[in-house]
Nanobody
Framework: VQLVESGGGLVQPGGSLRLSCAAS????????MSWYRQAPGKERELVAR????????NYADSVKGRFTMSRDNYKNTVYLQMNSLKPEDTAVYFC???????????????WGQGTQVTVSL
C-alpha cells in the first residue's frame, strides 16, 4: 500500500497550491479519502474528506470557501486545491485512506508520508 503526496512548497500569502496524492496497492475507489495537516507543536487536524464516488465533500471551517478536494478514481488520485492561502495554513499535509467493512467491521486506515506547505513572504 502506498499513498504518495506531492505539490507542496513555499508560497506567498494569497497564493495557491494544488496537492496530489497518488494511491496504489489497495482498491482505491472503495475508500473514503481525507487530507489532514499538522503544524509544528499542534495536533493533526482534518482538513477535508471526500466519499468514495467523489460526490460528497466536507471541510474544516478554517478552509471552507478556499480549499477544494476532488478525486479521480481512474487515476487513483486525490487532489486538494488550495487558494487564498494564509500563513496559518502552514503545515505538513497528509493524505489518508479509510474504509470500514460493513459485514466484518474490519477497518483499513492508510497514511502518506506528508508534504510540507509553507505560506510566507
Amino acid at each position: 500500500v502506498q499513498l504518495v503526496e506531492s505539490g507542496g512548497g513555499l508560497v506567498q500569502p494569497g497564493g495557491s497550491l494544488r496537492l496530489s496524492c497518488a494511491a496504489s496497492g489497495f482498491p482505491f475507489s472503495s475508500y473514503g479519502m481525507s487530507w489532514y495537516r499538522q503544524a509544528p507543536g499542534k495536533e493533526r487536524e482534518l482538513v477535508a474528506r471526500i466519499d468514495t464516488a467523489g460526490g460528497s465533500t466536507n471541510y474544516a471551517d478554517s478552509v471552507k470557501g478556499r480549499f477544494t478536494m476532488s478525486r479521480d478514481n481512474y487515476k487513483n488520485t486525490v487532489y486538494l486545491q488550495m487558494n487564498s492561502l494564509k500563513p496559518e495554513d502552514t503545515a505538513v499535509y497528509f493524505c489518508n485512506a479509510y474504509r470500514e467493512e460493513i459485514v466484518t467491521g474490519r477497518i483499513s486506515n492508510y497514511w502518506g508520508q506528508g508534504t510540507q506547505v509553507t505560506v510566507s513572504l
